[in-house]
């Protein structure tokens, strides 16, 4: 590569944090106005080498070179003056300000007399939103949005500011295919333009579809740094795992036993309508639907985080009513929830206290707790979920994406519940990973509990489930069995082609 075409050139770089490797002796170069992918598993280093290059961290040694000048950042602002900037795998944006406000945030439209011009904003936030073909008001408040819907307006923010390097971390964890294809068509325009696009994701269709590179990282080191036209999925598993991964999708078939949960005629206005099915011991009954359509917030209804208008939830046989998620966690309910960073986690708490959080009286004497249960538990849920932390002392906020995930899971797990209700648990996690939660699920299967899994990716729900709902507008719209399941009837169902006559759950 001639050294006009090296944007960013990593020369043996290195990141310690107390008692963590993170990234030692990273070295490879990326072309100028290229799509150049990085992955690994769950703790590799990804996110700390884009934090190095956005300027949240700096290297502990070696160089880092933009332009063939080193790279001497303080913070993300002077990271974004230089014309890097990027779109976080925890979202970060201010859910009190709007949609404009976020889009905008830090270089606001100027009138003439220098005051914010709030009117051209809103205008602006509204085209580039519109350029991403989707409909969301610029004039709504942030918090007022779903995940998916977030995560866009984090990639209508990279866009507005006129980024030479944008470094995308798992951007479309969250958003629906529709949304992935325009992302797609503004990554080459932009490359085009001579951006250059930095992308991290697990998924490696991707990578394949958008990637003109690749570097793997594995451990903090440098597998390889490859063309991706010279390459296929298995062999980059393979360099990412360092071992051939033979099954994605390890089900097994379900002996479902008596009755678990059953939900009858739940309602919520706007949201929910006269949703009933049931759930029997050792099912996995996946959801799936587009996003919108009601998913999530029937795991939230269900739990009690949001009021239902009208329906009954039973478990194990007895009529439950679950005014708050601690009702719903007595009764033997636990949910994963999709956005783990709000929903799942005490970010600034130790490993081992969240997981012992949901289980406080499980593992507590007359309300003091039994220090070396607590620490005995975390130990067997970091080995069963091979969670990768120095300690189990560390807070969970200086662990990797994917492994505070997996504290959600072990958090969880820890108290032994009868009835999972899974949102999107495979998200932000790698290949490797995916397959050990699958096999947990598998095992969760045969102690008896059932699960009721929420998921966006259509290969998880046709691969693990024992039956399918389809959810369309707040609504059960067909139910499909495991040997009547095709991605082409799921998605039909989804989006109102076919509707599929549906044997009730509670005859
Ligand atoms: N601020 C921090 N303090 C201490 N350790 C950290 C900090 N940030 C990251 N680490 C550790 O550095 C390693 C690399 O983490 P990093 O977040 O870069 O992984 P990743 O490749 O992005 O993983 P994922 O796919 O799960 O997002 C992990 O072991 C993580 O626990
Ligand atoms: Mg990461």
Redesign the pocket.
């Known amino acids: 590569m001639a050294e006009n075409d090296v944007v960013l050139r990593f020369e043996g770089a290195s990141?310690r944090?107390?008692?963590?490797l993170?990234?030692s002796d990273v070295a490879f170069d990326v072309r100028r106005g290229s799509v150049h992918a990085l992955v690994?598993?769950?703790?590799?280093?990804?996110?700390?080498?884009i934090?190095i290059l956005t300027g949240v961290?700096r290297q502990s040694s070696g160089r880092v070179l933009y332009n063939g000048a080193d790279l001497n950042f303080n913070n993300p602002h002077e990271a974004l003056l230089a014309g890097i900037t990027a779109i976080y795998?925890e979202l970060n944006l201010v859910p009190t300000l709007t949609v404009a406000e976020n889009v905008f945030l830090g270089h606001p439209p100027k009138a003439s007399a220098g005051t914010v011009d709030w009117r051209a904003m809103r205008v602006m936030a509204g085209d580039l939103l519109k350029f991403l073909e989707v409909d969301i008001d610029p004039g709504a408040l942030v918090r007022t949005l779903g995940v998916a819907r977030k995560q866009v307006v984090e990639i209508a923010k990279a866009l507005s500011m006129d980024a030479r390097v944008i470094i995308m971390?798992?951007p479309t964890a969250a958003i629906p295919k529709k949304e992935i294809d325009t992302l797609f068509r503004i990554i080459r325009t932009l490359r085009e333009r001579g951006v250059t696009i930095i992308y991290?994701s697990?998924h490696l269709d991707e990578v394949f579809t958008i990637a003109d590179a690749v570097t793997v990282?594995r451990d903090?080191r440098v597998v390889d740094t490859m063309p991706t036209a010279e390459l296929d999925e298995a062999e980059l598993i393979r360099l990412m795992v360092g071992r051939e991964l033979t099954e994605q999708y390890p089900y097994h078939p379900a002996k479902p036993g008596a009755e678990a949960l059953r939900v009858e005629g739940l309602a919520r206005k706007g949201v929910l309508k006269n949703i009933s099915f049931s759930l029997r011991a050792g099912e996995v009954v996946g959801v799936s639907g587009m996003v919108g359509s009601g998913r999530t917030e029937l795991l939230r209804a269900i739990y009690g985080v949001d009021p239902v208008s009208s329906g009954s939830v039973y478990v194990g046989g007895a009529a439950r009513r679950f005014a708050a998620p601690r009702d719903a966690i007595e009764a033997g309910i636990a949910l994963l929830p999709e956005e783990r960073k709000t929903g799942g986690l005490v970010l600034l708490l130790s490993v081992m206290d969240n997981i012992g959080l949901p289980s406080l009286k499980k593992l507590s004497t007359r309300g003091v707790m039994r220090d070396k249960d607590l620490t005995r538990t975390s130990e067997r849920m970091r080995d069963l979920m091979n969670i990768?932390?120095?300690s189990l002392k560390?807070r969970v906020?200086?662990?990797?994406?994917?492994?505070?995930?997996k504290v959600v899971l072990g958090k969880w797990f820890a108290r032994d519940p009868k009835v999972y209700l899974f949102d999107e648990p495979t998200r932000?996690?790698?290949v490797g990973a995916k397959v050990e939660i699958y096999n947990l699920m598998n095992r969760l299967k045969e102690e008896g509990a059932a699960i009721l899994m929420v998921s966006s990716e259509l290969p998880e729900i046709l691969g693990m489930s024992d039956r399918v709902l389809v959810m369309r507008e707040g609504e059960i719209a067909g139910e499909l069995g495991r040997g009547e399941l095709s991605q082409e009837r799921v998605l039909k169902l989804a989006i109102g082609g076919e509707s599929i006559g549906r044997k009730t759950a509670v005859d």
Do not use: Y
């Open positions: 990141k944090f107390p008692g963590v993170a990234l690994g598993e769950n703790g590799a280093g990804k996110s700390t080498l934090k961290h795998q971390d798992e991290i697990h990282l903090g990768k932390t120095p560390q906020m200086n662990l990797s994406g994917g492994n505070q995930q932000g996690i790698d």
